[in-house]
C-alpha cells in the first residue's frame, strides 16, 4: 500500500523526524484555557496550519494533526461529540495542505480520559468504538499514518491499536507515557508494553512525553532488547517551570539535540518532541540527524507471555517456567459452584495461592455446564488480574467465551486451545491475531489422538503451517502433544514423549504438556508425575501445565534448571534449598475457602487474631468480594467495628501504601485496595457510634480554571472516598470563584487542587490567595504533573502531593487523622 510502502522508503533513506508540541504552539497563537483546542480545526485553521508550516521548516518529516483529544469522549467534554468526523477530517486537510510532498501526515490520537475495568467502567467495546471512529474519518481525509499517542493503560492502547488496525490501512505509530519510576501509571514496564505492541501489529512502537529524553532513553533501551520493529520516541523538552509568571522548559534545543542522537544509537528510527518542544527544537534535532542512518537491530525471537505489568519468557536460556493448573472446575464440585454462583471467591483463591507456591502462569477454565461461559471468562480475568499479576492462559472448547476473555485481558494471553480440525482452526486462529494471543495446539483432529508421534508431528505442521498463514509468529505457538494415563495406555507414555522430540527438531516450535494426566486411577501420583515431568524436559519439553502445590514437581523444576545450566551459578537453587530441613516439609496446599469459613481456632482469641488477618490480608489482595462476608463473620465472633477498622482495616491499608511506595505494587492494586477497604467500612459504618463512623473530613477537589485534564484528580478524588472522606468533586476547569464559595458553603476541611498545564498553575495561586482573604479554615493541597513542592510554598498552599497516594496522606495529616 501507498503509504506503508512510502513509510518504509523514507525509514529506508533516514531517521524520519516528527514534529514537536502542538498545545504549546497553539497556546502561543492565542488558544485560551479551557478552550477545546481540536475546535480550533474549524474556527481558527490558520493557526493550525501555521504550526504545521513552522515544524515542515524546521525539517520535520511528519507531522501530526491537531486530534490528540479528538475522540467522542474527550470532544464531549466541549459538547462536540458529534462533530468526532468533522473535526478530524479538517485536521487532516489542514495538515495535508500543508506538508504537500514535504512531509508525511500523522492523524494524532490520545487516550480519551475513562478508566477500563475493573477500576473504572471503561470496556474494551467503549474504547474500540471510539477509536474506530476517530480512525476512519482520518483516513477518509488523507492521513499517511495513524499516532497513537501518551497511553498510560495498556487495556486502552490494545483496544485503540486492534482499533486502528481493522479499521484503516494505515501504518500505526504505538507509544505509551512513562513515569519516573520506569512505568506507566497502570504499571506497565517498557518490556511488556513491546511485547504486546508488537503482538498486536504496530508498525513501530516507542514512548512520548513523559520526564524527557533521559528518562525517555533508558525505556528505549529496554524496548529495544525485545523488539527489532522500528522504535518511535518524542520526550518533552524536560518538565516545565513557571518562572516570573511565564512557563519554561529545561531542555534547550541543544541538549535534545544531542539526545536526538543517543536516542538514535538505542534504535529510534521516528525523533521528535512532545509537550515544550518547539520548531527550534525539531530544527536542532533534524540537524543532528542529518545523513545518519538507523541501526537496524536482529530479529527478536522469544517466546513471551505477559500480564498487565510482567512479561514471562519461555527459553531454553532462561529459568524454567509452568502454568498452575487448579483454576478448572473439572470433578471439583464446590469449585463448580463458585463459578456458577458468580462469586469467584474461590477461583480468586486458587489464583492467589497457585502464584504464593511459585506459579508464573495460570490456566483458566470456566467450563461449567449450563452456565454463562463467556460471561463468566471475562468475570474471572478481570478479578483474576486484579488479584495477581501473572500471564493468564484462557482454556475453553468455545471460542465466544475465548473472545470474552481476550477483549478483558489487558496483556499477551495464552489461548488453550486449538486443534487440527478445520472447523477448530478457522474458529481460533483468527483471534489470536486478532489480539495479539499465543495459541496452544493439540495435535488431534477429527479421527481422534494419533497412535504415533509421527502422526501427532503431522497435525502439529498443519497447525504451525495455518498459524503462521494468519500471521501468528511461530514464536507464539506451544504444541501439546498430549499425555494419556499410563493406566489405560501405558505404550502411549513413551510415544508422547517422542512426539515431543520430533516436534522440538522439526518444527522449532515450543512444547506443552498436561503432566499429571499421565497418573490418572494409580497410587502414589506425584511419584509418577515428578518421574514423568523430568523424562519430559529430557525430550524437550518448555512448558509443564503442572499443580503447583506438587512439591516434587517445583523439584525437578528446580534440580533440571541447575543441570541444563539455566539456573546461574545455581543461585535460585540454592536459595530455595539452603535449609533443606525446610525445603523437605509438607509442601503449601491451595487455599479452600468453604473450609477456611467453617474453621472453629482453638481459643477465642485465636479466633480473634484469624479473622482480622483475613480482613486485612482481603484489603491487602484487593478481595472487594469476600471482605464484607469476612467482617459480618468478625462481627458473628464478638469483635466491636472500631476494633475492626483500627486492628484490621487500617493495617490492610497502610500494607497497600508501603507496597506501592516499594513499587511492589502499582496503581491498579492500590485503587482495588482502597475500594476493598470501602467496601468493608460500609458494612461497619451503621454500627458505628455517630462519631465513630462520621467521614475523615470533607474535601473541596477541582481542576484549576483553564485546564481540562483530569484524570489524575479523579483517581485522587476515588482513593479519597475509600479512605473515608467526603468528596465534592467539582469537575475540571473549574473557576477560582466557584471553588472558594463551594468549600465555604460545604465548610470544608480541605481544598485539593489538580492543574497539568503549567498556564493554569497561577489559578492554584488564586486560589490560595482568596482562601485567606476570606479567612477560611479549609487547608489547601496541590497536585499535579507540572507542579512542585517548591511552587507549593512559594503560593503558600499548605501540602504539596506528588501522587494519589500522597495526596491521600497529606489529606489525613491535615485533618489530624
Known amino acids: 500500500m501507498e503509504s506503508n510502502s512510502k513509510l518504509e522508503k523514507w525509514v529506508k533513506e533516514r531517521v524520519l523526524v516528527l514534529d514537536g508540541a502542538m498545545g504549546t504552539m497553539l497556546q502561543a497563537r492565542g488558544l485560551k484555557p479551557g478552550e477545546c483546542p481540536e475546535l480550533l480545526n474549524l474556527t481558527k485553521p490558520e493557526a493550525d496550519q501555521a504550526v504545521h508550516q513552522a515544524y515542515v521548516e524546521a525539517g520535520a518529516s511528519i507531522i501530526q494533526t491537531n486530534t490528540f483529544g479528538g475522540n467522542r469522549y474527550k470532544l464531549g467534554e ?60 482520518a483516513e477518509e481525509a488523507g492521513a499517511d499514518l495513524i499516532s497513537l499517542e501518551t497511553m498510560s493503560d495498556l487495556q ?48 513501530a512502537v516507542g514512548a512520548n512525553c513523559s520526564g524527557g529524553p533521559a528518562e525517555l532513553l533508558s525505556v528505549l533501551q529496554e524496548m529495544a532488547q525485545v523488539t527489532s520493529l522500528p522504535l518511535v520516541v518524542q520526550p518533552n523538552a524536560g518538565l516545565p517551570r513557571l518562572v516570573d509568571g511565564r512557563t519554561v522548559f529545561e531542555q534547550t534545543p541543544e541538549t535534545m539535540a544531542a539526545y536526538a542522537v543517543k536516542l538514535l544509537e538505542a534504535g529510534a528510527w521516528i525523533i521528535g518532541g512532545c509537550c515544550g518542544t518547539t520548531p527550534e527544537h525539531i530544527q536542532a534535532i533534524s540537524q543532528a540527524l542529518q545523513g545518519k542512518k538507523v541501526v537496524v537491530r536482529p530479529r527478536q525471537r522469544y517466546s513471551t507471555l505477559t500480564s498487565r505489568s510482567q512479561t514471562v519468557i519461555i527459553a531454553a536460556n532462561h529459568l524454567p517456567v509452568f502454568v498452575g493448573e487448579r483454576i478448572n472446575p473439572t470433578a471439583r464440585k464446590k469449585l463448580a459452584q463458585d463459578i456458577r454462583e458468580s462469586r469467584m471467591q474461590m477461583v480468586l483463591d486458587e489464583a492467589r495461592g497457585q502464584v504464593e507456591a511459585g506459579a508464573p502462569i495460570l490456566d483458566v477454565n470456566m467450563g461449567v455446564p449450563g452456565i454463562d461461559e463467556p460471561a463468566a471468562m471475562k468475570q474471572a480475568v478481570i478479578q483474576i488480574q486484579g488479584a495477581v499479576n501473572v500471564p493468564l492462559s484462557l482454556d475453553s472448547a ?16 495464552l489461548i ?29 483432529d477429527e479421527r ?60 522449532g516450535v515450543k512444547t506443552v504438556l498436561g503432566v499429571s494426566n499421565v497418573s490418572h486411577g ?99 489482595d484487593g478481595d472487594r468480594h469476600s471482605i464484607q462476608e469476612l467482617i459480618q463473620q468478625a462481627l458473628a465472633l464478638g469483635l466491636k467495628p472500631l476494633t475492626l477498622v483500627n486492628e484490621a482495616m ?56 483553564g485546564d481540562i485534564h483530569d484524570i489524575g484528580k479523579n483517581i485522587v478524588a476515588v482513593m479519597l472516598e475509600n479512605y473515608g472522606f467526603q468528596v465534592i468533586d467539582l469537575g475540571k476547569d473549574v473557576p477560582t470563584i466557584e471553588i472558594i464559595e463551594r468549600a465555604e458553603k460545604e465548610q470544608a476541611e480541605l481544598i485539593g487542587l489538580s492543574a497539568l498545564m503549567t498556564t493554569t498553575m497561577p489559578r492554584m495561586a488564586e ?19 507540572v507542579v512542585t513542592e517548591d511552587y507549593a510554598r512559594k503560593i503558600g498552599a499548605d501540602a504539596y502531593a506528588a501522587d494519589a497516594r500522597a495526596g491521600v496522606l497529606r489529606a489525613l495529616e491535615l485533618v489530624g487523622a
Open 650 to 705: 487500617i493495617p490492610g491499608i497502610e500494607e497497600v501504601g508501603r507496597r506501592y511506595e516499594d513499587q511492589t505494587f502499582f496503581l491498579p492494586q492500590l485503587i482495588l485496595g482502597a475500594e476493598t477497604m470501602k467496601a468493608g467500612f460500609e458494612v461497619l459504618r451503621p454500627l458505628l457510634s455517630s462519631n465513630e463512623g462520621r467521614s475523615v473530613g470533607k474535601i473541596v477537589l477541582a481542576t484549576v480554571q
Open 156 to 203: 486502552e492502547i490494545r483496544a485503540a491499536l486492534i482499533a486502528v488496525k481493522e479499521n484503516t490501512s494505515r501504518p500505526v505509530l504505538a507509544q505509551m507515557t512513562f513515569e519516573p519510576n520506569g512505568r506507566t501509571m497502570m504499571g506497565t514496564d517498557p518490556t511488556t508494553a513491546a511485547v504486546v505492541l508488537e503482538a498486536l501489529g504496530a508498525d
Open 416 to 444: 488453550n486451545s486449538v486443534n487440527g480440525e478445520e472447523k477448530s482452526l478457522r474458529a481460533i486462529l483468527p483471534l489470536a491475531r486478532r489480539y495479539g494471543a499465543a495459541v496452544l495446539g493439540l495435535t488431534l
Open 398 to 413: 468455545n471460542p465466544v467465551a475465548i473472545e470474552a476473555g481476550l477483549k478483558a485481558y489487558a496483556g499477551k494471553a
Open 78 to 137: 466541549y459538547g462536540l461529540a458529534g462533530q468526532v468526523k468533522e473535526i478530524n477530517q479538517a485536521a487532516v486537510r489542514l495538515a495535508r495542505e500543508v506538508a504537500g510532498d514535504r512531509a508525511l501526515v500523522a492523524v494524532s490520537i490520545g487516550p480519551t480520559g475513562l478508566l477500563s475495568e475493573p477500576y473504572g467502567k471503561a470496556t474494551f467495546d467503549h474504547f474500540y468504538a471510539a477509536f474506530a471512529e476517530q480512525a476512519r474519518a
Open 522 to 620: 494409580l497410587p502414589a501420583r506425584e511419584i509418577l508425575n515428578s518421574t514423568f515431568l523430568a523424562m519430559a524436559l529430557g525430550f524437550g519439553l518448555d512448558l509443564p501445565i503442572i499443580n503447583p502445590f506438587d512439591q516434587r514437581m517445583r523439584e525437578v523444576l528446580a534440580a533440571a534448571a541447575v543441570l541444563t545450566n539455566r539456573d546461574q551459578y545455581c543461585g535460585r537453587y540454592i536459595e530455595q534449598f539452603k535449609d533443606y530441613a525446610v525445603a523437605t516439609k509438607p509442601a503449601p496446599t491451595a487455599v479452600k475457602t468453604e473450609a477456611i469459613a467453617a474453621a472453629k481456632p482453638a481459643t477465642s482469641e485465636a479466633a480473634d487474631i484469624s479473622i482480622k488477618s483475613r480482613i486485612q490480608q482481603a484489603i491487602i
Open 767 to 785: 486560589v490560595v490567595s482568596e482562601v485567606r482573604k476570606r479567612g477560611l479554615a479549609a487547608r489547601v493541597i496541590i497536585g499535579g504533573a
Open 448 to 507: 481422534g489422538i494419533p497412535a504415533t508421534a509421527e502422526e501427532r508431528l503431522a497435525i502439529a505442521s498443519r497447525i504451525v503451517q495455518a498459524a503462521e498463514e494468519y500471521g501468528i509468529a511461530r514464536e507464539d505457538v506451544y504444541i501439546d502433544c498430549l499425555v494419556q494415563t499410563a493406566s489405560a495406555q501405558q505404550a502411549q507414555v513413551m510415544e508422547t514423549l517422542k512426539g515431543v522430540q520430533l516436534v522440538k527438531e522439526k518444527l
